[in-house]
């Protein structure tokens, strides 16, 4: 059943998208690119986006409890950190090279352009290395929390 | 060039918060794209990588039935950067969202949405450096 339902998240999530041509690097560059032709279209995506989710979420947690699972699975809460501030400073930059993040990266699989496939495949192993430094840094950390 | 175009951002928008509300609700999870698909490669959990291949592989899926409903006119769409700059910019952004915590999706829409401090700082700090990135890539090389 959790695959049922999160195939369809998957097909709207992509559908929506598709829709508001986030798929099209060409225009997520024109957003990003403030000193040029500027669309602003992303805006309004964000905007369509956070007009249901921010409802949204506020009555779905209102539940108190997802319809399977037993638990909603939240972040914890933890402060501002280094990881966090320069992730997303890394991230930014590979998001502004070739005008694609993750999730478009993935809907655009269906055009089979080859750019796209090796972005992910490049993506993925980016995931893979970080993961295992991160791993490794916060062993670290706790053997000098022992010592 | 890409025209302008307010209200099919919006309502594409809008269901991909509608997939995010729907995901919370059925099964209990945040729709941060990166996140998922890095459990679903490296899995931290016994249980956790079914539905996450679900998803991915739903998100081509929803590309293809909204071009089959006669929805999308896929001529603009153009993928401008080099091969070596797509294969380091996915890199990067591999390393990024996994060391940050999360992409556009996970920060931007899942964490605006819950009021995360933490994901409005991220979203404020990579649309800024992906600013600079552009604005140096066209401008300035």
């Known amino acids: 059943m959790p695959i049922i339902y999160s195939l369809l998240a998957g097909i709207m999530f992509g559908a929506g998208l598709t829709l508001s041509d986030m798929v099209n690097p060409a ?4 957003f990003l690119d403030v000193a040029g032709d500027w669309d602003p279209t992303l805006v309004f995506v964000m905007a369509g986006s956070l007009a249901v ?14 319809l399977i699972g037993g638990k909603f699975s939240l972040p914890a809460k933890r402060p501002l950190d280094l990881p966090l ?5 890394v991230f930014g930059v590979g998001w502004g090279l070739a005008g694609i993040c993750p999730g478009p990266a993935l809907t655009d699989i269906a055009t089979l352009e080859p750019k796209v496939l090796l972005f992910i495949a490049a993506m993925l192993i980016g995931m893979v ?7 490794r840094l916060s062993a670290t950390r706790e053997l000098r929390a022992q010592s | 060039m ?8 919006f309502i594409g928008g809008a269901l991909i918060g509608l997939s995010a509300v729907f995901l919370m609700l059925t099964i209990g999870r945040i729709a941060g ?17 079914s539905w996450r291949l ?5 998100l081509p899926l929803g590309a293809i039935l909204t071009t089959a409903v006669g929805l999308k006119d ?4 153009g993928f401008a950067a080099s091969l070596p700059i797509m294969v380091i910019a996915g890199f990067i952004a591999g390393v990024g969202s996994t060391i940050g915590s999360g992409c556009t999706s996970g920060h931007a829409i899942c964490g605006l949405a819950r009021f995360s401090p933490r994901s409005i700082i991220a979203t404020a700090i990579f649309i800024t450096t992906a600013m600079a990135t552009v604005f140096l890539t066209r401008h300035l090389a």
């Open chain 2, 33 to 49: 794209v990166s996140s998922i698909v890095r459990t679903a490669v490296i899995p931290g959990e016994p249980s956790g990588r």
């Open chain 1, 85 to 89: 501030v320069g992730g997303a400073a």
């Open chain 2, 54 to 58: 679900a998803f991915v592989a739903g």
């Open chain 2, 74 to 77: 896929w001529s603009s769409v």
């Open chain 1, 129 to 135: 290395l970080a993961n295992s430094w991160r791993a």
């Open chain 2, 2 to 9: 890409t025209s302008f175009a307010p209200l099919s951002g």
């Open chain 1, 53 to 66: 989710a921010l409802p949204g979420y506020r009555l779905v947690f209102r539940r108190g409890a997802p």
């Open chain 1, 27 to 30: 225009r997520v560059l024109n």
